[in-house]
C-alpha cells in the first residue's frame, strides 16, 4: 500500500488550486464553468483510458509507489487525480499564458520608453 | 489494434468538439459583434502557442518519469516505438486533446455573462479594482483611476 504518488498528485493538485486563485485562472474565473469543463475532460480521458486498457495497449505497473486501489481493472485511483491534474494544468497554462506574454509585453514597451507601462501589476 | 488507431478516433471526437465551439463562437461574435470586440486573434494565437509548447515539455519530462519508476507499462506491440526518451509519442496524444477539447468546452458553456478574466491583481486587493474597472467601463463613468 503505497501512497507516494497519491500525496504527489495532491501537492501538485494544491499548487494548481493556489496558482489558479492567485491568477484567476480557471475556477476563480467562473467556478461553475470549470467544474463542467473539468469533469467532461476527466470523463473523456478515463473513457480513452479504458479503451487503451480494453484493447491491452497499456497496464497498471506493479509498483510500490501506488495503493493497489482500482476502478477497473488495470486502471489505479490514482488516474483519476492524474487526469483532474491534466486538466487543471492546462486549463491553468492556457490562462496563465495569457497573464505572461501581458508582463513580458509591458516590460519590453517599459524599457523602451513607454510612458503608460505597468497597469495594475503592482501587488505581489 | 493499435495505440494510434484509438488515439485518431479520440483525437476526431475532439476535432469535431473543437469544430463545433470554433462556429458557435463565430455566430455569437456576428451576434453582437458591436458590443464584445473580444481580445485580438494574434494574441490568443501567441499564448495558446505558448501553453503548448509548455505543456507538451512537461509531458514529456513527467512521462518519463512515470514510466521510469514503473506507474504504467505497454504492450510493445501495439505501440509504434517512436520514443521522446522512455515515453512513446502516442502518449503526447492526450496533452494535445487537452490543450484542444477543453478551451473548447469552456468556449461552449459560455454564456451571457462574461468570466474574469486572468489577473495579476492579488485576490485580496481584488474586489475594488474589479468595481473600478466596472466603473470605468459604464457609460458615463468618471475616470477616477486617472488620479492614482
Known amino acids: 500500500m503505497g501512497v507516494l504518488y497519491l500525496v504527489a498528485l495532491g501537492v501538485a493538485l494544491t499548487g494548481m488550486a493556489l496558482l489558479d486563485r492567485r491568477f484567476a485562472l480557471f475556477f476563480w474565473r467562473d467556478g461553475w464553468r470549470a467544474a463542467v469543463t473539468l469533469l467532461v475532460g476527466v470523463v473523456f480521458f478515463l473513457v480513452w483510458d479504458v479503451v487503451g486498457i480494453d484493447v491491452g495497449i497499456f497496464f497498471r505497473g506493479e509498483t510500490s509507489f501506488m495503493t493497489g486501489v482500482q476502478l477497473a481493472p488495470e486502471l489505479p485511483l490514482e488516474e483519476v487525480f492524474f487526469l483532474t491534474l491534466l486538466c487543471w494544468l492546462t486549463m491553468n497554462l492556457l490562462s496563465g499564458a495569457r497573464l505572461a506574454l501581458e508582463l513580458l509585453d509591458e516590460r519590453r514597451s517599459a524599457r523602451s520608453g513607454g510612458a503608460r507601462a505597468g497597469s495594475g501589476g503592482g501587488a505581489s | ?148
Open chain 2, 1 to 148: 489494434m493499435t495505440y494510434w488507431a484509438i488515439n485518431a478516433v479520440f483525437l476526431v471526437l475532439v476535432a469535431t468538439e473543437a469544430g463545433a465551439a470554433l462556429l458557435l463562437a463565430w455566430s455569437r461574435r456576428r451576434a453582437s459583434r458591436a458590443s464584445s470586440p473580444g481580445r485580438p486573434l494574434a494574441e490568443r494565437v501567441r499564448a495558446a502557442a505558448l501553453a503548448t509548447v509548455v505543456l507538451l515539455v512537461m509531458t514529456a519530462v513527467f512521462d518519463n518519469v512515470m514510466i521510469g519508476v514503473g506507474l504504467v507499462g505497454y504492450d510493445e506491440a501495439r505501440i509504434s516505438g517512436v520514443k521522446i526518451g522512455i515515453a512513446p509519442l502516442e502518449d503526447f496524444a492526450y496533452a494535445v486533446a487537452a490543450l484542444v477539447l477543453l478551451p473548447s468546452v469552456w468556449s461552449l458553456l459560455g454564456g451571457r455573462r462574461p468570466p474574469r478574466e486572468p489577473t495579476r491583481v492579488h485576490p485580496r486587493d481584488r474586489a475594488g479594482v474589479e468595481a473600478s474597472t466596472t466603473a470605468a467601463v459604464a457609460p458615463g463613468a468618471t475616470r477616477e483611476e486617472e488620479a492614482r
